[in-house]
């Protein structure tokens, strides 16, 4: 195997040590465009299920909303803390996922059957803030 190599390398003139830098720095440069390619895919896939585990969890605020006035006030307290971690989350992975998760559309709060009146405001909040990661999540290229 040594003597191959000292066969291959024997004659050897400058101009090809330089042709055999080259395609090494050829060969490096594309590895690294295909290792950081899929570098990106791995994270963008691991950041969507976790914004998917946020999702879930809003959903389930959305399934246990209040019809009582008396039970709002923990309701609520819930979701501030949804919010806020969600947009923790978003925020550590970009601004505009951050800014595009606390948009609102300025939509006028609808009245909502079997929802407590003090939390119909909060619940097209809700909806809207659902909405929004929805998106967020369905453009993981953009945001992520």
Known sequence: MLDAF???????RPFDDLMLAIEVLVLLLIAY???????????????????LGCFSKGQ???????????ETEEWLR???????????LL????????AAFLHSHSTVAGH???VARTAQ???AELLERLENLRAIMERPEVYL
Do not use: C
């Not at 465009?33 to 299920?49: A, D, M, N």
């Not at 959305?62 to 009582?68: D, G, I, L, Y």
């Not at 925020?91 to 951050?98: L, M």
């Open 6 to 12: 000292r066969r291959m390398f024997r004659d050897v």
């Open 33 to 51: 465009e295909v290792g950081s390619g899929i570098w990106q895919r791995i994270r963008r896939h691991r950041r969507s299920r976790r914004l």
């Open 60 to 70: 389930a605020l959305q399934a246990s909303v209040p019809a009582e006035n008396a």
């Open 78 to 88: 819930n979701l501030k803390e949804w919010t806020d971690k969600t947009n923790n």
């Open 91 to 98: 925020a550590r992975y970009s601004p505009q996922a951050s």
């Open 112 to 114: 909502y059957r079997g």
């Open 121 to 123: 405001t909060a619940m």
